[in-house]
């Protein structure tokens, strides 16, 4: 079964400070992995994703990603955060051998001016 | 133009009731959801259709109905409406099935509360 974990609830940065969130997965063959945001009282919208090439993936608003096959990782990160950026973000998985998506439990971004 | 458009966005009803929930996507895709969001933000998938066909059936009340008349759409309705379906539904669709590398687009979300 496949799983993507979110270790963290809440991250905090400063405006301009660079940020990560963290995504971690588990499934059995070569995964797809997707990033979303949500803003408040809104649907999810794509960021960016990775399904094979560059381990390094760049998306919307200045966000990229780095996928580790190693630590089994796909944090998104941004190298200078602004205010705007504060949101919900969710990492996802797909197995494409397996079908479905999993989303993780979402992770709080707030950035504060 | 809305790319995935659900209706209605607010859906205030009482415990017994039943009620149903319409989604349309505009972007020709094979593939439609429903998620549930709950109060803690938490993000399940309910349902899929690929081509007007249930895919994904999860661990779901058969209260609750999906039904896909066209590739277009894809409803939901929910019967004898409990305290505990109080959530956000999400209506999602994406090209070429599930085993797509494609991502899914999400329409605005219908909140659901049962007083």
């Known amino acids: 079964a496949q799983s993507v974990a979110q270790p963290e609830d809440q991250v905090n940065v400063a405006e301009g400070n660079p940020l990560t969130v963290k995504c971690t997965y588990s499934v059995s063959g070569n995964p797809y992995l997707f990033w979303y945001v949500q803003y408040p009282n809104r649907g999810l919208q794509f960021l960016l994703k990775?399904?094979?090439?560059?381990?390094l993936v760049k998306g919307s608003y200045g966000f990229e990603a780095e996928f580790n096959k190693s630590q089994t990782s796909f944090h998104l990160k941004k190298p200078s955060a602004l205010v705007s950026d504060s949101a919900l973000y969710f990492c996802a998985v797909r197995d494409p051998n397996a079908g479905k998506s999993t989303f993780g439990d979402g992770t709080t971004l707030t950035v504060k001016p | 133009d809305t790319a995935v458009s659900q209706t209605p966005k607010y859906l205030v009803t009482q415990m017994g009731n039943d009620k149903s929930i319409k989604c349309e996507q505009n972007l020709g895709h094979d593939t439609m959801y429903w998620y549930k969001q709950d109060s803690k933000k938490f993000l399940k998938i309910m349902f899929s259709y690929n081509n007007k066909e249930l895919i994904i059936n999860e661990t779901v009340p058969n209260r609750f109905s999906p039904k896909s008349p066209d590739k277009a759409h894809l409803n939901l309705h929910i019967n004898s409406l409990e305290l505990g379906d109080s959530a956000v539904y999400f209506c999602a669709s994406s090209p070429q099935g599930l085993l797509s590398l494609y991502e899914q687009y999400f329409g605005p979300g219908t909140r659901l509360t049962v007083t």
């Open positions: 990775y399904i094979t090439g560059d381990n």
